[in-house]
Every structure is written in structure tokens, then in C-alpha cells.
């Protein structure tokens, strides 16, 4: 079995393990239709064509998986990279569809991509693939169906390509993706949301651990979107220090602490952390089990694996990155009474700051800044503490807890709608 393999059927099991602790809830849902939540509603699969700039005819492979919808239109990002296939965007669309569950906004879970490596294709070329992959996607998306976002190697400038595609064929809907750019209708603090998201669930897992986080340690493995902004912020915000990133092809840690900023001017200029002397240089295996209070894998999922989990010193492990742990890894770090808040809790502020977008697409209201970061807080933290008081109810971890919200909302609404 391959690792990715592994890693998939951990969100399965994960459902399953929580549809068994939800037997002891007062409402006792239908089982049969509890088991048939890890199924997805529609898969779509395409061809995408494409004149490369030597001439040359290829053609990728494209997908869309579309969950559920039982409370509102699937929601998620598309990723453009080579690992992209059929399982993987299952799995992410399953995992959406908890996330904007246990957020509770009203949104079912989708997920996509191209199977292809952005970095090999020029700008040109990348917009045209983009725009056929969306002509492609046809009436699949729109506002009130499917809202596809940035994920891996995706940005604002491609949802500004769909939006303008999309256009053509419908009336101007800039509602049909969120994490556009803000002269296309996009919101202020979208990019920053899925960092101050985890900054946010952070601070929570701190308060309810009892660590004090402005003598504490934070390992980010990553340095995009996501961990630029939430290093930052949790340095910034919450008084932490930041000892490691990383990005694919190594990682710098200093025990005393790393300048993000001058770490990212660095990365900016060199295309790469090696050589920055604010930092010991080593691999990203390296670096998950260096000394830490809390490790935020915020990269690509499968990090923390069987081989390392045993090794990492955190005492806090929070999900920046979706599926980042297999299932084997959770089951030890249980054991190690490692703190762990999972992805669809930890890394939602996305897809919440994506919902504030989409809610002024459709109003034609635009927010300022404060309005987003303060319901982004509220949302965040009553999201995280319905999570921790399910757990205590019923003796389990944060994970399943969450995943007992999630199902047992969205059950209900598809009991309700009697779908
Ligand atoms: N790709 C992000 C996620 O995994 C954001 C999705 C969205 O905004 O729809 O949560």
C-alpha cells in the first residue's frame, strides 16, 4: 500500500470511528445513512486540452468531486500539482464537507485539480488550461452549486481566469469562486485567513492545555500561504516564538528563535531557505522532530507518518495542512498524549473568510477589514469550543470529536431534507 494510499483511508476511518462514538449521543442517528457519508454525490473527470508554447498538442487530467450538498452548494479549492488524482480530491472533498460542517456555515465539501506541475508551464499556458478546465467544468460550478477556491499551487490570479471564463458563458457571477483578487470582488483578509485561523485555533489549544505561549517554541513545516501568515501572526499575536520552517526542499530551525522577515526576504531573493544564516539548514524530517512546544505541519499532507510520530516533541500538533496525518501516526501520538487539533478545525479560517467573500458577491456589500478578522474570531472559536465540549463528552479526542459535530450535521440536514 502506498503511503498516500494510507493517508487517504485515515479520513474514512476517522468517519467510521466517529459514527461508532456517536452511538452513545442522546439522538442516535440512522447508521445506514451515517455509513453512506464517506460517499461522494458526483465525481467528475476531464480531459483538459492544451497547445503548448512549442506547438505541441497534450492534455491533462482534471477533476471535481462533489461530495455533499445537503447544507448548501460543495465548497473547496482546486490544486494544480502532479499528485492530483481521483482518491486524493475524494478524500479532500470528504474532508470539506466536515470542515464547513463543524464550522457551521452553510456549505456542503468539494475538491479538484489538474493532475500537472505549474512550474514547468509558462503564465500563458497556465491560463489556458485553466480556462478549459473550467469550460470543461461547465454548469458543475456556479454561485449556487459549486464555489471552487485556491488550494496547492492555485491563487487569486486563477480564480481571476475562471471567473472571467465563466463569465462569458453565464451573467457576471463573481460568486462562482472565492479567493479572488479584490478588484474582482474578492474580501479583504482572505489571504491571510487560513493563518490567522490556525493562529487562532493555537491559541485556544494553548489556553486549554495550560501553556503559556509567550515562552514557547513553534515549529511551522512550510512557508507559504499559510505559514508565512501564521508564523507571523503567532509571533505578532500571541507572543510566541517561531523556531523552523521549511519549504519542499529543506528546512532551517533555531532554537532561539528565526526573523520570519528577513527568512522570507531571504526566500524571496535565493528561491530557497539554504544558505540563510539565521538558521541550521536540514531536511523537513529533520525538522518535525526537533524541540518544540507545538509543530503546525502547514505544507503538503502525509507528514506525520508511523516513522516519525513516535520522535515529535510538540506537545501541541496543529493541523495547518489538510490529511496531514495518517491514521497509524494519530493512534500514537493518542498513546503520547500529544494535543492534536485537527485539520477540519484548525485550518478553516480559509473557507470561513471564503464564505464572508461569497456573502458580499451575493449582497454586493463589501466588508472592511475589522468586520472579517472580528466574525472570523467569533466563527473560529465557537467552532473550537463546541469541539472540545464534545470531546469531553464523550471521552475522546479532538478529532473524532469534530468529526461527530460535522456528521451529525450534516446527517441531520439530509434527514431533514429527506434526500
Ligand atoms: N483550499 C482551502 C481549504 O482546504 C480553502 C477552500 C475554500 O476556501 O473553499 O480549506
Redesign the pocket.
Known amino acids: 500500500m502506498s503511503t498516500s494510499t494510507m493517508t487517504r483511508d485515515a479520513v474514512t476511518s476517522y468517519t467510521m470511528t466517529a459514527i461508532e462514538h456517536m452511538r452513545s449521543l442522546e439522538t442516535v442517528i440512522d447508521q445506514d445513512l451515517l455509513a453512506a457519508i464517506p460517499k461522494s454525490k458526483r465525481e467528475i473527470i476531464v480531459e483538459v486540452p492544451l497547445r503548448r508554447d512549442n506547438g505541441r498538442y497534450v492534455t491533462f487530467r482534471g477533476y471535481r468531486v462533489q461530495h455533499n450538498d445537503a447544507r448548501g452548494p460543495f ?3 482546486l490544486r494544480f500539482h502532479p499528485t492530483v488524482d481521483l482518491k486524493e480530491a475524494r478524500t ?1 472533498a470528504h ?2 464537507s466536515l ?1 464547513t460542517a463543524v464550522m457551521n456555515i452553510p456549505f456542503g465539501g468539494g ?1 479538484g485539480g489538474i493532475a500537472c506541475d505549474p512550474k514547468q508551464l509558462s503564465t500563458r499556458e497556465l491560463e489556458q488550461l485553466t480556462r478549459n478546465f473550467t469550460n470543461l467544468l461547465g454548469d458543475n460550478i456556479g454561485p449556487l452549486i459549486d ?5 496547492v499551487n492555485t491563487n487569486a490570479q486563477v480564480m481571476a481566469w475562471i471567473v472571467d471564463e465563466y463569465s462569458k458563458k453565464h451573467s457576471q457571477a463573481w460568486g462562482v469562486v ?2 479572488k483578487p479584490l478588484e474582482l470582488g474578492g474580501s479583504v483578509g482572505r489571504d491571510e485567513a ?1 493563518g490567522r485561523g490556525v493562529m487562532l485555533a493555537t491559541r485556544e489549544a494553548a489556553a486549554e492545555r495550560g501553556l503559556n505561549l509567550k515562552n514557547s517554541g513553534v515549529i511551522f513545516q512550510g512557508f507559504g500561504n499559510v505559514a508565512s501568515f501564521g508564523a507571523r501572526l503567532i509571533e505578532q499575536e500571541l507572543g510566541a516564538k517561531i523556531l523552523g520552517v521549511s519549504t519542499s526542499q529543506g528546512a532551517i530551525y533555531n532554537k532561539k528563535g528565526i526573523d520570519i522577515d528577513s527568512a522570507e526576504v531571504y526566500y524571496r531573493q535565493n528561491k530557497s531557505l539554504r544558505g540563510f544564516s539565521g538558521g541550521e539548514w536540514m531536511t523537513n524530517d529533520e525538522l518535525l522532530v526537533r524541540d518544540c512546544d507545538i509543530l503546525i505541519p502547514a505544507a503538503l499532507g502525509n507528514a506525520i507518518t508511523a516513522r516519525n510520530a513516535g520522535a515529535i516533541k510538540a506537545k501541541i500538533l496543529v493541523e495547518g495542512a ?1 490529511d496531514c496525518t495518517e491514521a497509524e501516526a494519530d493512534r500514537i501520538l493518542l498513546e503520547r498524549k500529544v494535543f492534536v487539533v485537527p485539520d477540519i478545525l484548525a ?2 479560517g ?2 470561513v ?2 464564505y464572508f467573500e461569497w456573502v458580499q458577491n451575493l449582497s454586493n456589500h463589501y466588508w472592511g477589514i475589522d468586520q472579517v478578522r472580528k466574525e472570523l474570531e467569533r466563527i473560529m472559536v465557537s467552532a473550537y469550543s463546541n469541539v472540545s465540549a464534545r470531546a469531553q463528552e464523550l471521552q475522546t479526542c479532538m478529532r473524532i470529536a469534530a468529526y461527530t459535530v460535522a456528521i451529525e450535521r450534516i446527517a441531520r440536514a439530509m434527514i431533514l431534507r429527506g434526500l
Open positions: 465548497k473547496g479549492g479532500l474532508l470539506m470542515k475538491k464555489i471552487p477556491a485556491p488550494d472565492t479567493g487560513t489538510n485550518n478553516a480559509g473557507v473568510v471564503s
